[in-house]
């Protein structure tokens, strides 16, 4: 992977500890909007929701070379800083095995207005202002919207920063 900015004090897990981990990173565009995605129907957790980049870290693969890849796959953006480490939390979907989930702010370099997008994985896009992130609330239980609320910490966070 390309050279790869990390803000100071920001560190990264070790990946290879027998945890399952997952890795998100909140995109913005430099105009105080942040890049959301929508699940295909199809899909075993989570279907026909909005979510943020990002994805479960490969064994062998650190949280920073999963994250990069992740945003590639996803979008065909590459990833070129992570700004700040938004948020944490371990959660268990229905398959009873627990996600170490770790979300970052990250910048990256393509054509924003063009994501190249999974359409097995999801099937649209949008970019939502802090006035906007209730749009990401669809289609689940009200205790899963720790997606809008990583996407609102993202946003202010960029504000934060002047990025």
Known sequence: MAEVEVADGISFPDTNDG??????????????RAFAQRRSPNRALFPHCWDIVGG???????????????????????LTAVLADLYRLVWTPGDGVDRYEIDYLVRV???????????????????????????????????????????????????ELGC
């Open 109 to 159: 370099d393509g054509d924003l207005s063009a994501p190249e997008l999974e359409r097995e994985k999801h099937t649209e896009f949008m970019w939502v202002d802090e006035n906007e992130t209730h749009l990401l609330r669809d289609h689940r239980d009200p205790g899963d919207y720790f997606v809008a609320d990583i996407v609102a910490l993202g946003l202010g966070r960029a504000k």
């Open 56 to 78: 479960h870290v490969e064994p062998g693969e650190s949280m920073l070379d999963a994250l990069g890849r992740e945003i590639t796959e996803e979008t065909g953006w590459r």
């Open 19 to 32: 945890n399952r981990w997952v890795v998100g990173g909140v995109i913005t565009d430099g105009t105080g």
